[in-house]
C-alpha cells in the first residue's frame, strides 16, 4: 500500500477528523449530562454549567473605604463600638474586608456548624432525620433580643428535621439544645459538633471556651456550602442553603437588599450580661441575579437598634455597588 498517496492521505485526514469530533461529542455529552442531571438553584452555578459574568470584576477599592468612613461616623456617634466586614464575589470575583480580623462572640451563628454535624451524619445513617426527640422543657432565653417564632411545646415530640428547621428558620435555643444534647447519645465517645467546627476551620479544638472568631473565619463557612466543597454530596450543600434562605430574620442583610432577593444566611446575637456589650451578626449569601456575593457583618454596641441599623445600611451600600457594576 502506497502510503504516500493523496487519497491515502485524505483519508487518513477524515479519519483523524471523524475521531476527534466523536471524541468531542461524547465528552460535551458528558458535561451536559452530569449539569442537568438534576437541578440545583443555590449553589456555585459553575457547579451547574451555567458559568458567565454580569458584573464588573474590578477591586472594589472605592465601595471598601467607603465603608470604612461609614463604620467610623457610627463609631463616632455611638451607634456601634466595633464593626467587622467581610466580602466576597462568588463568581471568581473581588474580595476585601474591614477590621475583618477583630474578635467576636459567634453566639448562634454557632447553630449552623450544628445543623451540618446533623447533615453529615444522616448521610452514613440514614433514617436519623425521621427519628422522633422529646421536648421535654422550653428554654428560658431572659436575654433573647429576637425570640423564636417556631412555637415548639414542652412534652411533644418533634422529628430531627422539625428541630432542624427550627434551628435555622427560627434560631430556636430549645431546639438547639435538644439537638445538641442528642448528638452526645448518638456519639458518647467523640464530640461530633467539635469536630465539624475543626473540619470547617472554624474553631481551635485547644481554645472552646466562650470561643470567638472573625468574620473572616465565618464567611469561609458560606464559601464551602456554596462551592459545595464540605459534602461529598451536592444535595446537602443545597439543603443548607434552601434552610437558610427560609431564615425569618429580616432586621439586617435583608433589609437593605431589594424586597423579593434571595438571601441564604444566619444571624447571631448577644445580649449584654454584667455589663458587657451588645453583639448583632448577620452573614450570609446574597443572591445577585446570576451573580451572588457573599456578605458578612459583625457588629458590638450599646442598643441593638444601631446594630441593626448599621448591618442594614451596609448590606444596602454593598447592594448599590455591585448593582452599580452590571454589565449590559
Not at 122 to 148: K, M, N, R
Not at 210 to 226: C, G, I, N, R
Request: hydrophobic letters at 40%.
Amino acid at each position: 500500500m502506497n502510503l504516500s498517496s493523496p487519497a491515502i492521505k485524505y483519508a487518513l485526514i477524515l479519519l483523524s477528523l471523524g475521531v476527534i469530533i466523536f471524541v468531542l461529542a461524547f465528552w460535551l455529552l458528558r458535561v451536559h449530562s452530569s449539569c442537568v442531571e438534576q437541578e440545583y438553584k443555590l449553589i456555585n452555578p459553575e457547579l451547574r454549567c451555567e458559568p458567565k459574568y454580569v458584573v464588573d470584576k474590578q477591586p472594589y477599592i472605592g465601595l471598601r473605604h467607603e465603608l470604612q468612613t461609614y463604620v467610623e461616623a457610627q463609631e463616632a456617634n455611638g451607634s456601634v463600638n466595633e464593626v467587622s466586614i467581610y466580602f466576597r464575589d462568588l463568581d471568581n470575583g473581588p474580595t476585601f474586608g474591614v477590621n475583618e480580623y477583630a474578635d467576636f462572640v459567634p453566639a448562634s451563628l454557632l447553630k449552623l456548624p450544628i445543623l451540618i454535624t446533623y447533615l453529615n451524619y444522616e448521610t452514613e445513617h440514614p433514617g436519623l432525620l425521621s427519628e422522633q426527640l422529646l421536648v421535654p422543657v422550653i428554654a428560658e432565653d431572659l436575654h433573647q433580643a429576637y425570640p423564636s417564632r417556631a412555637n415548639l411545646q414542652a412534652g411533644k415530640s418533634y422529628s430531627v428535621a422539625e428541630l432542624l428547621e427550627a434551628m435555622i428558620v427560627h434560631s430556636d435555643n430549645t431546639a438547639l439544645y435538644r439537638l445538641d444534647n442528642y448528638l452526645e447519645v448518638l456519639s458518647p465517645d467523640q464530640d461530633l459538633a467539635l469536630q465539624t467546627l475543626t473540619d470547617l476551620g472554624i474553631i481551635d479544638p485547644k481554645n472552646i471556651v466562650d470561643e470567638t472568631l472573625t468574620v473572616k473565619t465565618y464567611a469561609s463557612l458560606f464559601s464551602q456550602l456554596y462551592n459545595s466543597s464540605y459534602f461529598g454530596s451536592r444535595d446537602q450543600s443545597e439543603k443548607v442553603l434552601t434552610l437558610l434562605s427560609r431564615a425569618n430574620f429580616n432586621n439586617g442583610l435583608v433589609a437593605g437588599v431589594p424586597e423579593g432577593t434571595a438571601v441564604a444566611h444566619k444571624f447571631g446575637e448577644r445580649s449584654d450580661l454584667e455589663g458587657d456589650l451588645k453583639q448583632l451578626h448577620d452573614c450570609g449569601i446574597i443572591y445577585y441575579p446570576d451573580n451572588a456575593y457573599l456578605l458578612c457583618v459583625m457588629t458590638r454596641g450599646q442598643e441593638f437598634s444601631g446594630l441593626e441599623t448599621t448591618i442594614q445600611e451596609i448590606s444596602a451600600m454593598v447592594y448599590e455597588e455591585f448593582d452599580s457594576r452590571k454589565l449590559e
